[in-house]
């Protein structure tokens, strides 16, 4: 009677079968593959379910796309992996007279959204002469393949070893006045109705334009990136922030650094991945990199992690920043749902769940507002191209991984989101 039951169990679908909606290709092709918009466009999707092992759909997710920023999807794996529980600040040594300091691109020094800055406390307390050493970089300023075109737009700051203020000027515009952090010279540009109040900057030099409304009394609040310049540049700012003499060393004075340590690791990530902060995501491959190899190079970082924790993607892609600004980047979506798999399977979710946006917070704040709590995903947009990676939880309580990569559409991204909005959500409820 035993084989008998067994031989009927075996014939019987499992429950994870019960659980997966029959109508998936119907909706896909209904809300996605033939919406308005998208049906000229390249479109890849992937939905696996990590308890099973098994692909609920599948659609071209063994083709290349451009992925914007879901590459920050691989940027927090690479910090989660490689930069432990806080930031690596600076490194720093000191004799009797002097404190010799060398950067190790932590952008939340000086950061208005952090207010623990231990590096800028040890500067601050001692009375020693502080002297810049200098941090191997290979980083150019500019990421490959960046639209240089951008080099004055809030998105955008250039990257280095030791960023001050996010390597932006903080500027605030009201009526016919203005504050600007740090200081730089300014021309003023006076300007009445259609013209609106605005803030730019020179492209060869740290001179910013802005356009004021003598009769405007609202407030407006811009980020301008500013050229960070040479390593002495880098020093007499540390110095204009210090009120204090900081030297710069053509070589290393001493080989044996400590590290002090800075800000929480997750303080980072989160607002990394909830706004989407290009520089951020750049400057923690960069910190990944001087901690790992001694070397700022996103490059080397970038390799190391293909060939180590990530050398069993499905499809080894083209990674190249860690912003996604980038359009020689190329993944799969099977890429990022392996690898969304990896960060599961290594993270608690109290941990994991508060890194990623979810419906109606951070870039998704205008959408998936009926999965309160069940979806959790990166957004990715760029010109014809609109991306979203991450967890599903469904109505039963399975969390499903997905990812829906679109590129080359003609329509606007709103129209391609709403679209995959309607479908996830159909998924959700459903299972």
Known sequence: ????????????????????????????????????????????????????????YQHQDDKFFMPASNTKIFTLYTGLQLLGDSLPGMRYAENDTALFIRGMADPSFLHPDFKYQPAMDLLTRTDKRIWLQPA??????????????????????????WPMYGNVAWVKLAGAGYTMTP??????????????????????????????????????????????????ELARRLQDTLRKPVGVLAT??????????????????????????????????????????????????????????????????????GSGLSRYNLFTPRDFVAVLDKLLKKYPKDRLWPLFPSGGKGT??????????????????????????????????????FSVLVNNHNSTSTVVRRAVENFLVRVANAG
């Open 1 to 56: 009677m035993k084989f008998i039951y067994l031989a009927l169990a075996a014939l019987l679908p499992s429950a994870a079968a019960f659980s997966q909606p029959k109508n998936l290709r119907q909706w896909a092709q209904q809300d996605v593959l033939r919406a308005k918009g998208l049906r000229e466009a390249h479109v890849g999707i992937s939905i696996y379910d990590p308890a099973t092992g098994k692909y609920w």
């Open 136 to 161: 191997l970089i290979k980083n150019k300023r500019f990421g490959p393949g960046w639209g240089w075109g951008d080099y004055a737009d809030y998105y955008q700051p250039e990257l280095n070893e």
């Open 183 to 232: 200081e730089f010279p300014t021309e003023l540009v006076y300007e009445r109705a259609p013209a609106e109040a605005l803030a730019d900057r020179e492209e060869r030099e740290n001179l910013f334009i802005l356009h004021l409304r003598a009769d405007d009394a609202a407030t407006r609040a811009f980020e301008v990136p500013y050229i960070t310049g040479s390593r002495q």
């Open 252 to 321: 290393p004075a001493v080989t044996e650094n400590l590290l002090l340590k800075s800000i929480p690791a997750d303080t980072l990530f989160q607002p990394m991945m909830h706004r989407s902060d290009n520089f951020f995501a750049e400057q923690i491959l960069m910190m990944c990199a001087a901690e790992k190899f001694d070397t700022i190079d996103s490059r080397k970082v970038i390799q190391y992690m293909l060939d180590s924790s990530l050398n069993d993607l499905p499809h080894p892609p083209s990674w190249v920043d």
């Open 364 to 401: 998704l704040r205008n959408y998936y507002q009926a999965l309160p709590g069940r979806l959790y995903a990166k957004t990715g947009t760029l010109s014809g191209c609109v991306a979203l990676s991450g967890y599903i939880v469904t109505k039963s309580g399975k969390t499903l991984i």
